[in-house]
């Protein structure tokens, strides 16, 4: 049963500086029928006390839609993991705290979903590197050449990013998804899994996510 049509997810570690531009942008989000979670993986920083504050200030006719997990700090994969535990979403989608989107990402990636019912939405992104930025657009990938795609992004012609990538919770709960330790190229090892279960990839040629570098 799915009581969001999206659960959007990230975890806070150390992004003191940046979680205030993120939390504008995550929570700002112009679709309305989205479930937020934060995993507070252990942080050491003043990284919830800031966005609590701004949950209080600018966002708090959401709270009945965020949900907060605190917990030992464990890694990123197992942070996400927590996140994707609790998520009652349709679909899910997933941002890191140091970077933004769109405020209408979320309301463009589900106009995709309400139309093609794929069970990947995946999008573009542009890196931001303070004194530059590098807009990357994604080939258009389909669930006929999904192995190609987990083939590109272990070979680095493909973005392995779960940030840029919406999908179908069933595809995650309806079989063992192995979760692995440790942090280093945990977003491809999750997406590989996932996107070998996809039945229907749609690419959503649009730029809606900033990564910072």
């Known amino acids: 049963m799915n009581k969001y049509r999206i659960s959007f997810i990230t975890t806070i570690y150390g992004v003191e500086p940046y979680i205030a531009k993120f939390a504008e942008s995550f929570l700002g989000q112009t679709y309305d029928d989205i479930q937020f979670i934060f995993v507070n993986d252990g942080t050491k920083d003043a990284s919830m006390e800031i966005l609590n504050a701004i949950i209080?200030?600018?966002?708090?006719?959401?709270?009945?839609?965020?949900?907060?997990?605190?917990?030992?700090?464990?890694?990123?994969p197992l942070a996400r993991k927590s996140g994707l535990d609790v998520a009652e979403g349709e679909y899910v989608l997933f941002a890191d705290a140091d970077d933004w989107l769109e405020l209408n990402a979320i309301e463009r990636v589900m106009a995709v979903a309400d139309k093609t019912h794929a069970d990947i939405i995946y999008f573009d992104l542009v890196k931001e590197y303070g004194y530059k930025r590098s807009v990357k657009i994604e080939r258009e990938y389909t669930a006929a050449t999904r192995d190609l795609w987990i083939e590109n992004m272990f070979n680095y012609r493909a973005h392995g990013y779960t940030a840029t990538k919406c999908f179908r919770r069933s595809l995650y709960t309806q079989a063992f998804v192995h979760t692995p330790l440790l942090g280093m190229h945990e977003d491809m090892y999750l997406m590989a899994q996932l996107i070998c279960r996809a039945s229907s990839i749609v690419h959503l040629p649009e730029v809606l996510y900033h990564y910072r570098k």
């Not at 006719?61 to 917990?71: A, C, F």
């Open 56 to 76: 209080e200030e600018r966002f708090s006719h959401l709270k009945e839609r965020i949900t907060i997990i605190n917990k030992q700090n464990e890694g990123l």
